[in-house]
């Protein structure tokens, strides 16, 4: 009678062991899914834009910047009809587009933001792009009154967010992975 009751209970821990390390492989994979959705759909294509943007914006300003090293939008001397006119292309080709597509990401991919209310720098960037669709309306019906938009660009904290999550999520993913010390695996 022990021996059968001592073999029932070993199968029964058993099955429990084997029921819990399959519910948290589950909850880990879910886990897992998850943050490669993230990367995937919202953080990876915002810090993509994000940092494109930045750095040819950084090239910008350094091939036009004045001959004291600064933007002519941040100056006492207004802006040239010359760096008005070229300001808008580079504005209507390159900027204006890819913050567009940043604010897509951040409006159609909302669901997979790490927090639970949108980050302020998120929500400045949205403001942004409206503001500036406007003053691209205007320049498309030969209106060169306005150059920037009503709202600023969030451009230090939207840097700083989306590296700072695509960084975390990175980091997570490979935990989950059980790649969490990479660099010392590859030293061996």
Same mark, same amino acid.
């Given at each position: ?6 073999? =029932? *209970? ?9 029921? =819990? ?13 998850? +943050? ?7 953080? *990876? ?5 994000? !940092?494109?943007?930045?750095? +040819?914006?950084?090239?910008?300003? +350094?091939?036009?910047?004045? !001959?004291?090293?600064r933007d002519p939008f941040d100056h006492d001397i207004p802006p040239s009809e010359e760096e008005l006119a070229r300001w808008r292309t580079w504005a209507t080709?390159?900027? $204006?587009?890819? $913050?567009?597509?940043?604010?897509? =990401? ?6 997979? #933001? $790490?927090?639970? !209310?949108?980050?302020?720098? #998120?929500?400045? #960037?949205? %403001?942004? +792009?409206? *503001?500036? !669709?406007?003053? %691209? ?17 969030? *451009? ?10 695509? &960084? ?7 935990? #989950? ?6 660099? &010392?695996?590859? %030293?061996?």
């Amino acid at each position: 009678m022990f021996t059968m009751i001592l073999t =029932v *209970g070993l199968a029964f821990v058993g099955y429990l062991a084997t029921y =819990v390390n399959g519910l948290r492989l589950t909850q880990r994979q879910a886990r897992l899914d998850r +943050v490669n959705a993230q990367l995937n759909n919202f953080y *990876g294509p915002l810090f993509a834009l994000m !940092e494109s943007n930045s750095r +040819v914006y950084d090239t910008f300003s +350094v091939r036009y910047a004045r !001959e004291d090293g600064r933007d002519p939008f941040d100056h006492d001397i207004p802006p040239s009809e010359e760096e008005l006119a070229r300001w808008r292309t580079w504005a209507t080709s390159v900027f $204006i587009p890819n $913050i567009r597509a940043m604010r897509d =990401v951040v409006v159609t991919r909302a669901d997979l #933001l $790490i927090e639970e !209310e949108m980050p302020e720098a #998120l929500l400045q #960037l949205c %403001a942004h +792009v409206s *503001g500036y !669709e406007i003053t %691209a309306a205007r320049w498309a019906q030969g209106d060169f009154t306005e150059h920037l938009s009503v709202v600023g660009f969030p *451009g230090r904290g939207l840097r700083e967010y989306t590296r700072d999550r695509f &960084t975390q999520l990175k980091s997570e993913q490979a935990r #989950l992975l059980g790649n969490t010390d990479r660099r &010392t695996r590859r %030293a061996r």
